[in-house]
């Protein structure tokens, strides 16, 4: 049961920038850290954004994280059509004890 | 290289078991945290277990609390799901997930491929 809400799509043309939003509550993205994964069709989620704005290396700087009060955005510039897939936010909730995902935006590139 | 490699999945009746093995390689297995996350087929990611380093912390997701058993052998570089009682909303990928090594934040930094549980008479 995912706690941290997501819009369901996003898209943009290539070259746009586009803005995932994702809302959460005080035990989780109020408390702790927000990391972000990208999912591309048919397989495993890679890690994109960790700490709420730092990129692992290998990361495009295209995709940047940001994290104000319960709610974290990801935003990715320059859109690239090798973009297009599924983005989860996540945190650990401190009430739950244990990970808490967001609902996920698949991001098309028009 | 990391590596995490998922097996054990399949299909299996309601009520029935099934355990889920998770190798690791590439890294100090004994030293991370590990993780269970699934995937029911067409939806989001749901967090399921997490079990510390030495084995002695665990934590369930309530969806699976009493069912199922995280558990692991640092000996065998492995980590396991034995999944009781299933039900059909259990169908799902699951996926072995590398925990960060941070003191201040939670995330994961590595994911294996991913095996398919179907639960179906």
């Known amino acids: 049961q995912s706690v941290l809400t997501q819009p369901p799509s996003a898209s943009g043309t290539p070259g746009q920038r586009v803005t995932i939003s994702c809302s959460g509550s005080s035990s989780n993205i109020g408390s702790n850290t927000v990391s972000w994964y990208q999912q591309l069709p048919g397989t495993a989620p890679k890690l994109l954004i960790y700490?709420?704005?730092e990129r692992p290396s290998g990361v495009p700087d295209r995709f940047s994280g940001s994290k104000s009060g319960t709610s974290a955005s990801l935003a990715i510039s320059g859109l690239q059509s090798e973009d297009e897939a599924d983005y989860y936010c996540?945190?650990?909730?401190?009430?739950?004890?244990?990970?808490?995902f967001g609902t996920g935006t698949k991001v098309t590139v028009l | 290289e990391v590596q995490l490699v998922e097996s054990g999945g399949g299909l299996v009746q309601p009520g029935g078991s099934l355990r889920l093995s998770c190798a690791a390689s590439g890294f100090t297995f004994s030293s991370f945290e590990m993780n269970w996350v699934r995937q029911a087929p067409g939806k989001g990611l749901e967090w399921v277990s997490y079990?510390?380093?030495?084995?002695?912390?665990?934590f369930y997701a309530d969806s699976v609390k009493g069912r199922f058993t995280i558990s692991r052998d640092n000996a065998k570089n492995s980590v396991y799901l034995q999944m009781n009682s299933l039900r059909a909303e259990d169908t799902a990928v699951y996926y072995c997930?590398?925990?960060?090594?941070?003191?201040?934040?939670?995330?994961?930094?590595?994911w294996g491929q991913g095996t398919l549980v179907t639960v179906s008479a």
């Open positions: 996540a945190a650990w909730d401190d009430s739950l004890n244990g990970y808490v």
């Open positions: 997930a590398r925990e960060a090594k941070s003191y201040t934040d939670n995330y994961f930094d590595y």
């Open positions: 700490s709420n704005d």
């Open positions: 079990i510390s380093s030495s084995g002695s912390i665990i």
